[in-house]
């Protein structure tokens, strides 16, 4: 058994360096596109009054994110206070913000709440339900602007366009399909095969991965909570495009509304992708490379992206604080 540990955590540290490499490899193509001539002048015409405010309206999705959650857990009949669960969420999004580990915000987040919600099982299945809501409002807003600039835009090329759609589309209906019998069937068919070749088995992991996907699946015959979250979880995301649209007017760009909606949807779901340390370098390049498409610079877009995702990064050190305080209380008592 210390065998199988130990070669896990060794697999584990190969991974994490790979995922370094990839995030150095990609920011050095990135500097070498960027014309850094273009840089100073944006950065000394910044306002920083809208940086402020780009920064409140960060915080307010945030507050949004731990509001579909509080629902999420109470159609299981546990009420939760909403003052517990954003001081759980920045603590979420200090861990995915800041630290590789293998303990990621989500992880985090249902071991806080596990106590409370009546076991392990139960927080992580509400958990995955509530990621599962944000990925498929993701694609929503992906596909409506993608077909809302194919109507009305000629800058971007109209076949990328329809094959963004069609991507996204499908995309969309595997994150819906999580929520079918059929493919839960499937899904536990192929785990219980794959428990059995990793020499796991005896130790229960596939009865608990079962208890959550039940749980998960359980989500399926309450409508009017998937329809409230799936709502809370769209304002969200348009709240949070607003952030990066007042961080973009702060430097002087004038992307349209809409542009940016598909721009981070697509930029969001590459960062998905596990090749690299919390999406560093990809979201960069992907953002700027699809600014680029639509005309615009490729350092302004790369700009654009580092300076908006700084400003999220801000709420990482605030979970921080809110960690080592909670810490350092309890090593008090």
Known sequence: MQYL????????????????FIAVLFIFVIIYRVDFQRVTPFLERVRFDLLILSYAFSVLTVFLMAYRWKIL????????????????????????????????????RALDLSNTVGGKSVSLSIVITERL?????????????SFFLFAITDKFDSVLLIQIFILLLIGFSIMVAFFSRS??????????????IRFLKNLDIY???????KSVYSYKYSGTTLFKGFLISFLMRCVWVFTCYLVANSMGMKPSFSMLILILSIVEIARMVPISIHGVGIREGVFGA???GFGMSF??????????????????????VIYAASNLHQKTQ
């Not at 540990?5 to 370094?20: L, M, P, Q, S, Y």
């Not at 493919?183 to 059995?196: E, F």
């Open 5 to 20: 540990n130990g070669i896990g955590r060794h697999k584990h540290i190969v991974i994490t360096f790979g995922k370094a």
């Open 73 to 108: 857990i109470k159609q299981k009949n546990i009420s939760v206070r909403m003052l517990k669960l954003l001081r759980i969420y920045f603590v979420g999004i200090f861990f995915n913000t800041f630290l590789p580990g293998s303990i990621g915000g989500d992880v985090k």
């Open 133 to 145: 809501i944000g990925i498929i409002s993701l694609f929503v807003m992906g596909m409506l602007s």
């Open 183 to 196: 493919v839960a069937k499937i899904l536990s068919l192929k785990l219980n095969t794959i428990l059995k």
């Open 207 to 213: 009865k608990k991965i079962k208890e959550v996907y």
């Open 290 to 292: 699809l600014y680029s």
């Open 299 to 320: 350092t302004d877009g790369v700009l654009l992206a580092f300076i908006f995702y700084l400003l999220l990064t801000v709420n990482g050190v605030v979970g921080g």
